[in-house]
């Protein structure tokens, strides 16, 4: 039997570790790994795939840059002619991406089971690209594998019992990753050495278009990030696109500004950071499994798990509520030890339910 998987984004190449790890385990799955090539930078692709140990990709499509309806329809014009040749037994899908939706569309017009990991999140900001992609994936795949018990109620409420689909609630891969990795892994030198000389600090994160495109956003939460630092050091690894909007719009920086880094760089960050401010979906629970407070720069998210249990606090770009939620949240002891997202087991339970629902066919 053999699985094509659409891979594109940094998300995307984490989760895939665990997914990965479990079809190996199994001799009659055979994985193609298709990488659309939406990051396709050493710092945003090639270092995870040689330090988390995933097989390198069968195929490489190099589509990166455009627009999002350019670059969607370049990838699914080639996810196609991969899909044609290789002849899956079935697609897996991964997140809310660009690569996602295209790996979608390519796989069930024509006429291939689709698998969709992380399957029934909900923002409910259609604005946002993130949101539009997971919606269209989710109502045309065949096995929708959910993360949490909200995951699950999303699509109940939304008729996905009346569709010819298949919910499974797996848990969340990377929960998986985080439990692995976490005692598989050594950051860098340059990395420790930052962490040792910034301790106490902030880790930060900026990529969303709703911040990074929107020039009074993104002057707003430097500017918090700027009083921050003056109390609590702040580094913010920074995509090179990123950094160029905000040297081209002479956006003042007095806080640490590096490179993208690696998964096992990021771990070290978040286990040792004080505090996370991020606008990431990812990072949100990577925090909570690492045991760190979560302050998140958007105005929604769909992991409402963790705002509804406190581990979590919405700002949006608002200076204002950025600094109220940072003095709130950096000394506040919360609870992780609540079950929100499975047992560590995700990867198994995503492939269990692959072979029951749609290899058995």
């Known amino acids: 039997m053999k699985i094509a998987t659409i891979v594109g984004a940094r998300p995307q190449f984490i989760k895939a570790a665990a997914v990965s790890r479990e079809l190996s385990n199994h001799s009659e799955l055979k994985e193609i790994i298709i990488h659309t090539g939406q990051h396709f930078d050493q710092n945003m692709s090639d270092i995870f795939f040689n330090e988390m140990q995933i097989p390198q990709p069968h195929y490489q499509l190099a589509v990166s840059g455009g627009s999002h309806g350019k670059s969607t329809g370049r990838m699914l014009e080639k996810i196609e002619e991969v899909l044609l040749l ?207 407070n979560c302050v998140t720069l958007r105005e929604q998210t769909e992991w409402t798990e963790l705002v509804e249990n406190g581990l979590n606090v919405l700002t949006g770009a608002d200076k204002s509520k950025i600094l109220s939620a940072y003095k709130h949240m950096l000394h506040k002891s919360s609870n992780f030890d609540i079950n929100l997202y499975g047992k560590g087991n995700a990867s198994a339970q995503i492939v269990k339910a692959i072979q029951q629902t749609i290899l058995s066919y």
């Open 86 to 292: 290789e002849k899956p037994d079935a697609v897996l899908v991964y997140g809310d991406t660009n690569s996602t939706l295209a790996g979608a569309l390519a796989a069930k017009k024509i006429h291939i089971p689709l698998v969709h990991v992380e399957a029934g999140l909900r923002s409910f900001n259609m604005r946002m690209p993130e949101e539009l992609n997971r919606i269209l994936t989710d109502r045309i795949s065949d096995l929708l594998c959910c993360p949490t018990d909200e995951a699950v109620k999303n699509l109940e409420k939304e008729g996905f019992n009346n569709f010819a689909s298949h919910i499974r609630k797996t848990g969340d891969v990377m929960y998986d990753v985080a439990l692995f990795y976490q005692s598989n892994s050594t950051p860098s030198t340059q990395i420790q050495e930052l962490c040792e000389e910034s301790s106490p600090f902030i880790l930060a994160t900026i990529h969303r278009a709703e911040n990074t495109d929107n020039i009074e956003n993104l002057q707003s939460i430097f500017e918090a990030f700027n009083e921050i630092n003056t109390q609590t050091s702040v580094i913010l690894p920074l995509h090179p696109r990123t950094r160029k909007i905000v040297e081209q719009n002479d956006i003042p920086v007095s806080f640490k500004l590096i490179d993208p880094v690696g998964y096992f760089d990021m771990i070290h960050l978040i286990q040792k950071a004080a505090l996370v401010m991020t606008d990431s979906g990812g990072l949100q629970k990577e925090a909570f499994f690492f045991k760190k």
